[in-house]
């Protein structure tokens, strides 16, 4: 009788795949919670299956990651990928120079806010190798920096010689499997671990050979692209941001192909998004500088973004704009907008800078003082956009 109620271990597996592959089809779509159900029905046929376990954390580690977008309407979530990419390229313009004052703690702090704008971001791993190398190149008189240098380049320096990809079967695609090869490729090695769970992925979805090498190729060369996008933010490519992409090729074994596929994709997009001009604007309101940023890239302005007179100084630092345009009040900075521009009119890179005040309030005396220290155009809030954008042309003769 028992022999007749044992279900045969060949359907069971079907009913498990058929489980997972409804739970890969909801993560498409970023159904989270329904993909976890489907795998907790897989778990429940087969309470062993390291593979659905595998599965199941990484369909959990996405669901929170959405969560926490939802909840960061303050944070970087809100922001477009452009202004993602900009935010990125002011803290690794940052980082350089840091590393060129050898100052390589703070630089480090600098790539550790990259790694919470984008925990994967493959250019920030570059330069964090970058600035490892220069700490273990240090004298003995930075033997403390060395040290911990030390810990982490044996914590994140991958085995390329090693890795040996495994034969793929079928054919078919996954977003799990894009998923997952973007994770491993993160810290540019392949761990037994994942090595297994890539392999159980090809075989439950019908990956081929040749659906694995193009995904693989594809993440390497969107990382790569994307690198490029912020070394050359500035249309400047510094020495240290050479090296950072070359110990990226290195690192996560870009071919001479993929290069100049990345590179041919770069060159178009630059063609097809030519700038007006670059715009820094600085406000203490995030909502007013996020929609002020967000008109003028409508109207094909690059744009540069900070909070505080501080952080804009330090972006001025690599980036020479066409314009400034700054509001006065800055209760959480020390300098406050005047104070800001009689700093730009003391330096000679930046004296004759168009400098534009916009502001709430308006107080007679303080405009006084701007027009004094040469601030070419007051703007009060809300912001009248045409008459902004009729002063903007004045200024770069368009």
């Known amino acids: 009788m028992a022999e007749e109620n044992k279900v045969d271990p060949q359907v069971i597996k079907e009913r498990i795949g058929k489980h997972l592959r409804t739970a890969d089809e909801h993560t498409r779509f970023q159904r989270y919670e329904e993909a976890i159900r489907e795998i907790e029905f897989a778990l429940d046929l087969d309470p062993k299956n390291n593979y659905a376990r595998s599965f199941l954390e990484r369909v959990k580690l996405m669901n929170k990651r959405a969560h926490e977008k939802e909840v960061a309407h303050q944070g970087t979530a809100e922001m477009s990928l452009e202004e993602r990419m900009a935010l990125i390229s002011q803290h690794l313009a940052v980082a350089e120079e840091y590393i060129n004052k050898k100052n390589y703690k703070r630089a480090l702090d600098e790539v550790a806010r990259v790694y919470k704008i984008d925990a994967n971001n493959f250019y920030a791993q570059a330069y964090s190798e970058r600035i490892d190398a220069l700490m273990l190149e240090e004298s003995a008189e930075g033997a403390k920096l060395l040290k911990s240098a030390v810990k982490q380049v044996a914590e994140i320096t991958p085995q390329v010689e090693n890795k040996q990809p495994p034969p793929l079967p079928k054919s078919g695609s996954s977003l799990m499997y894009r998923e997952l090869l973007r994770d491993v490729w993160s810290d540019g090695k392949v761990t037994e671990q994942?090595?297994?769970?890539?392999?159980?992925?090809?075989?439950?979805?019908?990956?081929?050979?040749?659906?694995?090498?193009?995904?693989?190729?594809?993440?390497?060369?969107?990382?790569?692209?994307?690198?490029?996008?912020?070394?050359?933010?500035?249309?400047?490519?510094?020495?240290?941001?050479?090296?950072?992409?070359?110990?990226?090729?290195?690192?996560?074994?870009?071919?001479?192909?993929?290069?100049?596929?990345?590179?041919?994709?770069?060159?178009?997009?630059?063609?097809?998004?030519?700038?007006?001009?670059?715009?820094?604007?600085?406000?203490?309101?995030?909502?007013?500088?996020?929609?002020?940023?967000?008109?003028?890239?409508?109207?094909?302005?690059?744009?540069?973004?900070?909070?505080?007179?501080?952080?804009?100084?330090?972006?001025?630092?690599?980036?020479?704009?066409?314009?400034?345009?700054?509001?006065?009040?800055?209760?959480?900075?020390?300098?406050?907008?005047?104070?800001?521009?009689?700093?730009?009119?003391?330096?000679?890179?930046?004296r004759h800078t168009p400098f534009f005040f916009i502001s709430g309030i308006i107080d007679k005396k303080v405009l006084q003082a701007a027009y004094r220290l040469s601030a070419d155009h007051f703007l009060s809030k809300p912001i009248d956009y045409e008459l902004m954008f009729s002063m903007i042309d004045g200024k770069l003769n368009i």
């Open 194 to 350: 994942e090595a297994k769970e890539l392999e159980t992925m090809r075989e439950l979805f019908g990956i081929t050979n040749e659906a694995h090498q193009q995904y693989e190729q594809e993440i390497k060369i969107e990382a790569y692209l994307e690198a490029l996008r912020i070394a050359w933010r500035d249309n400047i490519m510094t020495d240290l941001e050479q090296k950072a992409l070359q110990t990226m090729r290195d690192k996560y074994g870009i071919t001479p192909e993929e290069q100049t596929i990345a590179e041919k994709r770069f060159d178009e997009i630059k063609k097809l998004s030519k700038t007006r001009g670059t715009i820094l604007v600085v406000d203490s309101n995030r909502d007013d500088l996020v929609a002020l940023g967000k008109v003028l890239k409508q109207r094909g302005f690059t744009i540069f973004m900070a909070q505080k007179t501080e952080d804009a100084l330090q972006i001025l630092i690599n980036q020479k704009p066409n314009i400034i345009i700054s509001e006065i009040l800055f209760p959480n900075s020390q300098l406050d907008g005047v104070g800001f521009l009689k700093k730009l009119r003391e330096h000679s890179a930046l």
